[in-house]
């Protein structure tokens, strides 16, 4: 055990400065590791909303298909290849003894979604894009209460957003999903990167 | 009264000790990481570490992740206690200013 100087003199000069280090090195670390994922996540779709919904609004039939299908793969394989960048540098025992339970919760929720879809047979394409909204947000929501994740409270006015599209403004749904739903967790991700 | 510690409060070490308990108390930090956040040298982190290790602060933790190996660090129990009171004697320090 190293001894503890309980003589050790210290200025309040040096004090305010070594306490202004302990912030500034918390905060940094913070922002690199516990939001580092979140931003990221954040950024990355909200891009796929925001081309993806615009493509949506203007465009028709299979080319949109093929976009989602393009957009979705990039963004997936941007998340995962983040994710292990992220694994290397924290190892977390609680992450790996429950990454199995996420995937497969994930993997549950895309099972009742699509079920849900194919029961209920949505009357046009707007119904099936606030059913898998609502219900990518729903699980976003159970990750943050089951896991504490400090910042998937995002989760709540997504939803919202797409709600008021989907009954106020079916006109223009896709762009207001679009730019309010993707531009929106775009400037989220890049607030909680720059100022967090 | 919490007391002022000599080995954390030297700089490097009180930075890393602040990055440390920042994480999870289940969490380690890769090496590599912990030494570009606190923009230091290998050799001057690992000096500190060491020191820190020696009086039971932190953890070293060394594996083989993909056959690479791998330096993890986390911070033990008593060294989030003595540095929780660090702190708490740094800000008495400023309190009585």
């Known amino acids: ?196 | 009264m919490a007391t002022l510690n000599e080995t954390i409060h030297q700089p490097v070490r009180l930075r890393i000790m602040a990055a440390l308990v920042t994480l999870e108390p289940t969490d380690e930090v890769d090496f590599t990481y912990l030494r570009d956040l606190l923009e230091v040298t290998d050799g001057n982190l690992g000096a500190h570490l060491r020191k820190l290790e020696e009086a039971g602060y932190i953890a070293i933790n060394k594996v083989f992740v993909e056959r690479k190996p791998h330096t993890y660090i986390s911070a033990t129990a008593l060294g989030r206690q003595v540095f929780k009171e660090h702190v708490v004697a740094l800000e008495a320090i400023l309190k009585n200013k």
């Open chain 1, 1 to 196: 055990m190293a001894k503890n100087d309980h003589h050790l003199a210290v200025s309040p000069d040096e004090a305010e400065e070594a306490l202004a280090a302990i912030q500034t090195i918390a905060q940094k670390t913070r922002q690199s590791l516990s939001s580092g994922g979140t931003y990221i996540t954040l950024i990355v779709t909200g891009v796929v909303w925001l081309v993806g919904f615009t493509c949506t609004q203007f465009l028709s039939g299979q080319v949109v298909g093929y976009i989602w299908t393009g957009l979705s793969i990039v963004g997936g394989l941007t998340g995962a290849v983040m994710g292990l960048r992220m694994g290397k540098r924290v190892r977390s025992p609680l992450t790996t003894q429950t990454m199995k339970r996420v995937v497969l919760f994930w993997l549950f929720v895309v099972i009742y979604g699509a079920t849900i879809i194919g029961i209920t047979r949505p009357g046009d394409g707007k119904q099936a894009v606030l059913f898998v909204v609502l219900f990518i947000m729903l699980g976003q929501l159970a990750m943050g209460m089951l896991f504490s994740f400090s910042t998937v409270w995002w989760a709540l006015p997504v939803s919202a957003l797409a709600l008021v599209g989907y009954f106020f403004l079916p006109g223009i749904f896709y762009l207001w999903m679009a730019i309010l739903g993707g531009g929106g967790m775009i400037a989220l991700g890049l607030y909680i990167r720059f100022r967090w």
